[in-house]
């Protein structure tokens, strides 16, 4: 795939030039091989990936590698950043006694979903890596293997069963209802609607930027240039947009994910 395949436009392509609008799509998300070894490609998008995990072991190693008591500035937003994922996500979902052991897991989970997002706005790199479905579902599945691992360890087989299916013997007539659809909604629904719910709005953020900053160059073109300049504000207020969405989309990663644990943790489901 070309370059100008890869970012969905024609530089000579403008309004009133005869060419119509080189509308962003599924291409928009596709890159050459940085490097093949067989039928194995690497992409930007594995390379970013690979990237985000160096930027959050780096980040996190360099504030408490020596941690001190009076803490520097590093040390300062690494505790600042922990502190908010273990008291603001954790501690509030799982509890402190049972959520302290988990405490690692989410703050890493947090801050790589959070890295992976940030790619989008990031210059050279332009592009939200959990804009591609296989790195949100590789995500939600580690977090679902661990839900289904901590139900049995918890509760047994038996006891397993009836927390994933809801069993109540109050409901009655309708308890073999009720546990068919838990079966579909927690094993089957729930690790889609994970994975899916962080692809999605990467992936429409991601579109609607494009789209903007393709609009804004189409314009720019006679009597266009007016509209081209209306265009770039759009791409600066949906920049601005994503900037916040991103945090609130790995916010929500991690929340449901300790929502998983704490029911998987729970007596009754």
Same mark, same amino acid.
């Given at each position: 795939?070309?370059?100008?395949?890869?970012?969905?436009?024609?530089?000579?392509?403008?309004?009133?030039?005869?060419?119509?609008?080189?509308?962003?799509?599924?291409?928009?998300?596709?890159?050459?091989?940085?490097?093949?070894?067989?039928?194995?490609?690497?992409?930007?998008?594995?390379? @970013?990936?690979?990237?985000?995990?160096?930027?959050?072991? &780096?980040?996190?190693?360099?504030?408490?590698?020596?941690?001190?008591?009076?803490?520097?500035?590093? *040390?300062?937003?690494?505790?600042?950043?922990?502190?908010?994922? %273990? %008291?603001?996500?954790?501690?509030?979902?799982? &509890?402190?006694?049972?959520?302290?052991?988990?405490?690692?897991?989410?703050?890493?989970?947090?801050?790589?979903?959070?890295?992976?997002?940030?790619?989008?706005?990031?210059?050279?790199? *332009?592009?939200?890596?959990?804009?591609?479905?296989?790195?949100?579902?590789?995500?939600?599945?580690?977090?679902?293997?661990?839900?289904?691992?901590?139900?049995?360890?918890?509760?047994?087989?038996?006891? &397993?069963?009836?927390?994933?299916?809801?069993?109540?013997?109050?409901?009655?007539?309708?308890?073999? @209802?009720?546990?068919?659809?838990?079966?579909?909604?927690? @094993?089957?629904? %729930?690790?889609?609607?994970?994975?899916? %719910?962080?692809?999605?709005?990467?992936?429409?953020?991601?579109?609607?930027?494009?789209?903007?900053?393709?609009?804004?160059?189409?314009?720019?073109?006679?009597?266009?240039?007016?509209?081209?300049?209306?265009?770039?504000?759009?791409?600066?207020?949906?920049?601005?947009?994503?900037?916040?969405? *991103?945090?609130?989309?790995?916010?929500?990663?991690?929340?449901?994910?300790?929502?998983?644990? *704490?029911?998987?943790?729970?007596?009754?489901?």
């Amino acid at each position: 795939m070309s370059a100008d395949q890869t970012l969905a436009f024609d530089p000579d392509c403008h309004i009133f030039s005869g060419c119509g609008f080189p509308a962003p799509g599924l291409h928009t998300f596709m890159y050459e091989p940085i490097a093949t070894w067989g039928s194995f490609e690497f992409t930007k998008p594995m390379l @970013l990936a690979i990237l985000g995990s160096l930027v959050v072991v &780096g980040f996190f190693w360099a504030a408490f590698n020596k941690p001190k008591l009076i803490p520097g500035k590093m *040390q300062m937003v690494g505790e600042a950043g922990y502190d908010f994922v %273990r %008291r603001g996500i954790v501690y509030e979902i799982i &509890g402190k006694k049972d959520g302290e052991k988990y405490v690692p897991f989410m703050v890493s989970l947090f801050f790589f979903v959070w890295i992976m997002n940030l790619w989008s706005i990031i210059p050279l790199a *332009q592009f939200p890596v959990t804009s591609l479905i296989a790195f949100p579902a590789a995500l939600a599945l580690i977090v679902y293997v661990m839900w289904v691992s901590l139900t049995f360890k918890k509760h047994g087989f038996a006891g &397993g069963w009836k927390n994933i299916l809801g069993y109540d013997k109050s409901l009655g007539a309708i308890l073999p @209802l009720i546990m068919l659809l838990e079966f579909f909604s927690n @094993l089957l629904i %729930r690790p889609f609607t994970h994975a899916v %719910r962080l692809f999605a709005n990467m992936f429409a953020g991601h579109l609607l930027i494009v789209m903007f900053s393709l609009a804004t160059w189409y314009l720019m073109n006679g009597l266009g240039f007016v509209y081209a300049g209306a265009s770039f504000v759009m791409v600066l207020i949906m920049t601005a947009f994503e900037l916040f969405i *991103q945090a609130v989309q790995a916010y929500v990663f991690v929340l449901l994910a300790c929502s998983y644990v *704490q029911g998987a943790l729970s007596e009754h489901h």
